[in-house]
């Protein structure tokens, strides 16, 4: 019985946050599945295949019917050299794709930008969720209208813009001062009204990162998590998987799956992922093996 109630009272303390609930009411369960629909002709893995809208909208259907628990759309490429793209073209591209998907899919969309006027067109269109890749320091106008719709956030950590982020790659601990700086972000979003509970931290996998960045920072997400917030990992495709695990199709699906199991078993609260289908059967194992770890 004290052996029962103290695995038990161990079991409360460790436990992940279990849920996002949206400003409309819809509740995310955590482990979630984000999926990746690039409205963009450049992305640095299906750049183009989604570009026209209805291509977009039918991917984002098919991706809630493979399991996606949110669908995240983004018309501005932010893979290693890419240039900005202008808020009215890339408003263009994901507010159609938005809109089509009003009443049809029955999941949450997620707004990728770091650009505020984008934002808040999305969320005026239906999005709830604002996917920041430059933690709201891109555009100072952001925090100010994530707050004002009462959306949730996810906080990235990246240095510089994605056109010089792979020369800032240097770090003494990458862990810490990849925490450091999330931890800084999420108290100016507080700061500026937006509810902890709708705050979510990213380490930004790929970001100003090299490969053993990439793996330390896996390595050390129970050191996020003791940040006290939900952590998207996006691991997808990323080229520190293509050079572990091999740049075939196949190879390139395994090694996010590897990663994406052990970052949610390390406490991951969200993987944004471009195959939902195969990595939310990952993450249906990962859960399974991880509640019957407390019953041994």
């Not at 369960?29 to 299906?46: E, L, R």
């Not at 759309?73 to 290693?80: A, D, L, N, V």
């Not at 934002?119 to 996917?131: K, T």
């Not at 509970?197 to 896996?218: C, E, M, V, W, Y």
Request: with cysteine; proline share 5%.
């Amino acid at each position: 019985m004290a052996r029962a109630a103290a695995r038990n009272s161990v079991s409360r303390r460790r436990l992940p946050l279990r849920a996002l609930r949206l400003a409309h009411g819809a509740r995310i369960k955590f482990p979630a599945v984000m999926g990746v629909i690039n409205v963009t002709p450049d992305s640095f893995s299906d750049g183009g295949r989604f570009f026209d809208p209805e291509a977009a909208v039918a991917r984002a259907l098919q991706m809630e019917q493979e399991g996606a628990d949110i669908v995240d759309i983004g018309g501005e490429s932010t893979r290693p050299g890419a240039v900005e793209v202008p808020a009215e073209v890339e408003a263009s591209r994901v507010l159609p794709v938005i809109r089509k998907l009003q009443g049809r899919l029955h999941r949450p969309i997620s707004i990728d930008t770091r650009k505020a006027i984008v934002a808040e067109q999305a969320l005026e269109a239906g999005a709830e969720i604002v996917n920041d890749v430059s933690a709201m320091t891109f555009d100072g106008a952001m925090a100010g209208v994530v707050a004002r719709y009462r959306a949730a956030v996810v906080l990235m950590h990246m240095r510089g813009t994605p056109a010089t982020m792979a020369q800032m790659a240097r770090y003494h601990d990458v862990v810490d001062e990849v925490g450091a700086y999330l931890q800084r972000r999420a108290e100016a979003a507080r700061a500026a009204g937006i509810a902890k509970s709708r705050i979510i931290i990213d380490p930004g996998i790929g970001f100003a990162k090299k490969t053993s960045h990439n793996l330390k920072l896996l390595a050390g997400l129970p050191r996020l998590c003791r940040l006290g917030y939900p952590i998207l990992v996006g691991v997808s495709r990323k080229n520190f998987v293509r050079q572990i695990a091999g740049a075939e199709q196949e190879q390139l699906l395994l090694g996010t799956a590897a990663a994406v199991s052990l970052a949610v078993a390390a406490g991951a609260a969200i993987v944004r992922v471009h195959d939902p289908g195969p990595i939310a059967a990952a993450v249906r194992m990962t859960c399974a093996i991880a509640a019957a770890r407390w019953d041994i």
